[in-house]
């Protein structure tokens, strides 16, 4: 168990919804990472924050967003769905947030657009 | 631009007998090296990275990887596999200039036989 906590575990929706993935960091991490991991991309990472602030983004779709809260946790936002969103989204958490910190997965929010 | 090469993407091998994935990558500039572990319907786990310092590099469950910057590789190797090593293995890459976003390899599929 890493300490990182990904609700719901299974989203099962329809195309053009919209749903919100939840992640609670660590104890003590203030940074936390989203990642999409799918057969045909592989596992790729979409954006990250530090202490409520956006800090590096990645391969991330103008349809999914993203924040941070006071309390650290974080919410992922995918809009408009496709079939291609269906996928595993993961999310991490680390302390300082700095390139060389060791990133704590959580187990994953399983998303299925039909 | 950086990138990661995982040049198997899957790899068989006897309870008990050694096994090396094989990684490379591919940056102009200095890159932080990681390797991370995903057993079946979790998330990543560390196994180990490289910063800086000794090219040899010891991770958990009795794993170690080379850094070899010549042949821009960072191979994963294990004298003596056992079942409990079955699992996807991502190599991943990052650096100053990446500003904390990190890039993984398509990942390499490690079966053990008894």
């Known amino acids: 168990d890493s300490g990182v906590t990904q609700t719901p575990k299974h989203l099962i929706t329809a195309t053009g919804q919209r749903v919100t993935l939840r992640c609670s960091p660590r104890s003590g991490d203030l940074s936390v990472y989203w990642y999409q991991q799918s057969l045909d991309q592989g596992l790729q990472f979409l954006i990250q924050?530090?202490?409520?602030?956006?800090?590096a983004k990645g391969n991330i779709l103008e349809r999914f967003s993203a924040q941070q809260f006071p309390d650290l946790h974080s919410e992922l936002n995918l809009s408009s769905l496709e079939l291609g969103d269906s996928a595993l989204y993961f999310c991490?958490?680390?302390?300082?947030?700095?390139?060389?910190?060791?990133?704590?997965f959580g187990p994953g929010t399983r998303l299925t657009v039909l | 631009a950086q990138s990661v090469t995982q040049l198997d993407s899957q790899v068989p091998v006897f309870e008990e007998a050694p096994v090396e994935l094989r990684c490379n990558y591919s940056s102009s500039v200095s890159v932080y090296l990681f390797w991370y572990v995903q057993y079946p319907n979790q998330g990543l786990q560390l196994l180990l990275k490289?910063?800086?310092?000794?090219?040899l590099v010891k991770g958990i469950n009795g794993f170690e990887a080379e850094f070899n910057k010549s042949q821009t590789s960072f191979h994963l190797r294990k004298p003596s596999v056992h079942i409990s090593d079955t699992a996807e293995y991502f190599c991943a890459v990052t650096s100053y200039s990446s500003a904390s976003k990190i890039i993984f390899g398509s990942g390499t599929r490690l079966s053990i036989r008894p």
């Open positions: 490289y910063l800086s310092g000794s090219t």
């Open positions: 924050y530090y202490n409520g602030e956006e800090r």
């Open positions: 991490a958490s680390s302390f300082s947030g700095e390139y060389t910190d060791t990133q704590y």
